[in-house]
């Protein structure tokens, strides 16, 4: 054996570990908090919540839209919320996420976000068409 195979095989068996262990850990920071003010689409004010928040990846996530307008909230006749999600810089064409109304002003829906990363929740109000988008972290 060379003196040189064996420095080689005392960094690498020091080095890999300590790499693996480092990207790994690089690889669990947690996503921030999910703290979006009420956004404004004509006279209506949308809000997004997100359960869990932050959300990770690969599991089901609850997404609750509420709707008001002059303060109050609206009924289900009066606007039709559409929700879509995606990733910004890797747009994936995501399904539409389903909603349900739950209430005056209240609409819920489920998603299981495929990967950790930076998405977007666009909310569509018809019959207004105009859009709200939040901005939001997926971790680990």
């Known amino acids: 054996m060379t003196s040189r195979w064996v420095v080689s095989v005392v960094v ?15 690889c ?17 004010e ?3 919540q997100l359960d869990p928040n ?8 609850s997404l609750m839209v509420t709707i008001t307008r002059g303060g109050k909230p ?6 039709e919320p559409h929700l879509t999600v995606d990733m910004p810089e890797m747009p994936m064409g995501h399904p539409e996420v389903a909603l349900h109304y739950e209430g005056p002003g209240k609409w819920t829906g489920v998603i299981k976000f495929p990967m950790p990363g930076d998405w977007v929740a666009i909310v569509m109000l018809m019959p207004e068409g105009s859009e709200a988008r939040f901005e939001f972290e997926v971790g680990p």
């Open 46 to 48: 949308v809000t997004l």
């Open 74 to 79: 609206v009924e289900a006749t009066e606007v």
């Open 28 to 44: 669990r920071v947690e996503a921030e908090q999910f703290k979006a003010a009420p956004q404004r689409i004509g006279e209506y």
């Open 54 to 61: 932050p959300p990770k990846s690969g599991r089901g996530t």
């Open 12 to 26: 690498g068996s020091v080095l890999f570990p300590t790499l693996v262990v480092l990207s790994t850990a690089a």
